[in-house]
């Protein structure tokens, strides 16, 4: 289990702090970092001060604060029915592989993600998809579901809500996405953390949840490996979920076969990103996390 002083580290947390100011000026018309100004009728609370960039909207510049300081600053404003930045991470055995293990690789971008919001005076969620056996009934989709949290002191929380799990068992992600959204009691912005191996059913369920007027942001997180093997020979592969053995031959043709699938898949995720406007950031485990940051920042479609 990892620490939550491990997820995010001094140095990651001041290259955080810039993107954080990016994040706040790219989003104005209503992107990924704009969900505390998104409401729904109701009055809007002051909440903070940000320094003027160009571009923006001269209506919210605090004129009286330009008056006393002489540097031209914007108000920032919490509404009282604001959303929540829900991150739903994958925690099945399969993001257990690689060096560093997918799962690890996920939570830090969770928590980079969560730290961005709760420094915009977000509010922000951590979901964990795992099925949980039941007494008598269908097993639940989600293994934990964190409280949600908002701030910058609640930062520590967030971190040790993402530290507690870990990546074993199965996950049905679909029915994660859907009871995800079945217990929001408004649409927010809806982070997806997994490999996405199996993307038919979900796809289904991450339509629904844009449906319902969630804002969907998928981060696939893949071991190089993956993506470029490098085998040649007899193995006998075991599914990491279900434990099921299959013995194959791993020859130019079954890699090349197998590259083939995991292209697909890619090109899946990326026309859903596209059709839906959603973000769809991929990263491989031997990536800078900086980076792939970066691109979520930047609303990218890799």
């Known amino acids: 289990m990892a620490t939550s002083g491990a997820l995010l580290d001094p140095a990651f947390v001041r290259e955080l702090e810039v993107l954080r100011r990016r994040l706040e000026i790219s989003v104005r018309s209503g992107g990924a970092g704009d969900l505390a100004s998104r409401r729904r009728g109701g009055s809007a609370e002051f909440q903070d001060h940000r320094p003027y ?47 560093p293990q997918k799962f690890e690789v996920a939570r830090r971008m969770a928590a980079a993600i969560g730290y961005l919001g ?83 059913l979900v796809t289904r369920a991450l339509t629904r949840a844009a449906a319902r007027g969630h804002e969907v942001a998928l981060v696939q997180v893949l071991a190089r490996e993956e993506i470029a093997p490098d085998f040649d020979g007899d193995f006998s592969l075991v599914d990491a979920e279900s434990a099921a053995v299959l013995d194959v031959t791993m020859d130019a043709a079954a890699v090349d076969a197998y590259v083939a699938r995991v292209t697909g898949l890619i090109e899946e995720l990326r026309a859903w990103a596209r059709k839906h406007r959603a973000s769809y950031v991929r990263i491989t485990t031997d990536e800078p996390l900086e980076t792939a940051v970066r691109r979520f920042v930047a609303r990218a479609v890799d």
């Open 53 to 99: 960039a160009p571009g923006d909207d001269l209506r919210r510049v605090d004129w009286a604060a330009f008056a006393r300081t002489g540097e031209p600053v914007l108000k920032l404003f919490r509404a009282e029915e604001d959303n929540v930045l829900r991150l739903l991470i994958d925690a099945s055995a399969s993001l257990a592989f690689g060096d």
């Open 118 to 200: 709760l420094a915009n005076g977000q509010r922000a969620q951590v979901l964990v998809a795992k099925e949980v056996s039941g007494e008598g009934s269908a097993p639940r989709a989600l293994e934990r579901v964190g409280d949600p949290r908002r701030g910058r002191d609640a930062l520590a929380a967030l971190l040790r809500d993402l530290s507690q799990p870990s990546a074993s068992g199965q996950a049905d992600l679909a029915r994660a996405i859907d009871a995800t959204v079945q217990r929001s009691a408004r649409p927010g912005l809806l982070v997806v953390f997994s490999d996405f191996f199996d993307p038919g």
